[in-house]
Structures are given as C-alpha cells and as structure tokens.
C-alpha cells in the first residue's frame, strides 16, 4: 500500500516552454502532498507543500509563477514549470502523506532535461 | 536557519560489516526523524522512523538511534549487503503539527566486497 507514482519519469524540453509532471497517489487519499527537487549529488530541496482545494505554500526562494501547482483532488497534483530554462533542468520528486501519521510516501521522480 | 546536516559524506564499508550513518540537526523542537535510502535515478525508499519521545529503534537488520542531549541521529545497519549501497538520508519535522520535512545533506554508502 501507500503507492506514489509520477508521469512522466523523464522528459525533454526546449527552452521557453512549459512542462507539467503528474503525481499520483495510487492506493490512498493525499491531503497534503509535497514537491521537492534534487540536483545531482545533491539533497532533496522542498519547493512547496500543497493541500488539496487550497493555495500551494512555497518555500522561501521559490517563484510561485514559475512553478505553478495545482492540488485538485485528494489523489492529484501538478507542477508545471513554465518557461522553463536549461537551470531548471533537475530531478522532481513528489510525495504524498495521508495526514494520519508523519511518514511522507515518495514518488519515482521525474528527470526534467531543457535544452 | 533550520539544519540537518551530515558527518560523512562518503562511508566505504566491507561487506558483511556494521555500518553507522550520522546526522546532526540543530531544531531541539524537532518531533520526528526518518531515515531514507536513495538509489541512483529513483525516488527516497523508507527505512526506518523515530519519534522524539524514543531513544532507540529497531527494524530488521537496521537500528535508530535519537541522541536529544547532543542533537544526533544514527543509522546502524548490520551485516552490509552490496544492496545496502546507496545515498543515506536522513530528515526531521521541525515542529509539532506540520508534515514537513527537512532533508539532511546524504551520505553515500558504498559497500566493499
């Protein structure tokens, strides 16, 4: 139980446009879900939290017009990079918690690449 | 700032071997720890939790252990496995009531046959 999936894994873009990853709780309803980058050799960063029907809360340094999250329902959430540029190429990872404990459900990660 | 940080960032160890991963946080308030183990490409794997009530933890063949006094976290896993190799993470809640996590800095384990 408590399944975690993204889509796509990997993608590649071109410079100025906009790419949406997709995070999924599988077998459990999300309240609260979490995005989070990694550079290479690097930690997970937090970018944001989401609840589900309200506004994302964005960690200090992160542009919320840029990363553009949406939490429609208790088992989906969106980040879309707009505009995207090659230093925003990265490792996105998404995870979902059901609120009835601390344990945050991971996601497979997504590996943006602009070019 | 907040902090979670890491002794080691590379830790050799021959198989069959204990291996100890180290953390250090800095939040006294900090409520929940978890260790994660991360392999090249993927997303974090759950290892193990502690919550800031315990001192000591044990899963199979990995132990945690939540120092309060001096702010430290271990990771012990016994008998290392060539599939133990991979970066250790470890994370806390900064404070009662929220789910969010901060995420140490890794500690890759590299396992020596």
């Known amino acids: 139980g408590a399944v975690v999936s993204q889509h796509p894994s990997w993608v590649i873009c071109k410079s100025g446009t906009s790419v949406k990853i997709e995070c999924r709780s599988l077998d459990f309803q999300a309240t609260t879900m979490f995005w989070y980058r990694q550079f290479p050799k690097q930690s997970l960063m937090l970018m944001a939290t989401s609840n589900e029907g309200s506004k994302a809360t964005y960690e200090q340094g992160v542009e919320k017009d840029k990363f553009l999250i949406n939490h429609a329902s208790l088992t989906l959430s969106t980040l879309t990079v707009t505009s995207a540029h090659p230093e925003d190429s990265s490792f996105y990872i998404c995870?979902?918690?059901?609120?009835?404990?601390?344990?945050?459900?991971f996601g497979p990660g997504t590996r943006l690449t602009v070019t | 700032g907040e902090s979670v940080g890491l002794h080691l960032p590379t830790l050799s160890v021959q198989e069959g071997d204990n291996s100890i991963i180290n953390c250090a946080y800095s939040n006294s308030a900090s409520d929940y720890f978890i260790w994660y183990k991360q392999e090249s490409g993927k997303g974090p794997q759950f290892i193990i939790d502690i919550r800031s009530n315990m001192d000591k933890r044990q899963g199979q063949r990995v132990t945690v252990l939540l120092n309060k006094t001096v702010k430290h976290l271990s990771l012990q896993i016994a008998a290392t496995q060539p599939g133990d190799s991979a970066v250790y993470f470890c994370a806390e809640t900064p404070s009662q009531g929220t789910y969010k996590y901060i995420f140490g800095t890794g500690t890759r384990l590299k396992v020596l046959a």
């Open positions: 995870s979902a918690t059901s609120g009835r404990s601390y344990e945050q459900y």
